[in-house]
């Protein structure tokens, strides 16, 4: 799955931005999408992922209750709505396909060892 992001800028905090993943290549429907990103001299991290169809999710701690991830499969796009932006959630947003496992109940997702990354779109919150 090739993707390509979309929607960053720049924003005060308190902000919102709405980010958008389109990918192509076959296989989309059926696949775990997640959204990383990378602060300048901070390792990647993930943010949030969703499964195939929509019904299960997982985010961060540090972004809950702000952030709402989304999919539209006949789009092939997901979505990341980010409210109440802080000047912490600054960085290089990435979207990419992502393994997923059930952990005591909960949705759980994991960045594949050899994932091809997109351009990425930049998000930068100022205070």
């Known amino acids: 799955v090739q993707v390509v992001e979309s929607g960053g800028g720049l924003v005060q905090a308190g902000g919102s931005l709405r980010l958008s993943c389109t990918a192509s290549g076959r296989g989309f429907n059926d696949t775990a999408m997640g959204w990383f990103r990378q602060g300048s001299e901070k390792e990647r991290e993930i943010v949030s992922c969703?499964?195939?169809?929509?019904?299960?999710?997982f985010y961060r701690d540090s972004v809950k209750g702000r952030f709402t991830i989304s999919r539209d499969n006949a789009k092939n796009t997901v979505y990341l709505q980010m409210d109440r932006l802080k000047p912490e959630d600054t960085a290089m947003y990435y979207c990419?396909?992502?393994?997923?496992?059930?952990?005591?109940?909960?949705?759980?997702?994991?960045?594949?060892?050899?994932?091809?990354w997109g351009q990425g779109t930049q998000v930068t919150v100022s205070s």
């Open positions: 969703i499964n195939w169809s929509g019904g299960s999710s």
């Open positions: 990419a396909s992502v393994g997923e496992f059930y952990d005591g109940g909960r949705y759980h997702c994991i960045q594949y060892q050899y994932t091809d």
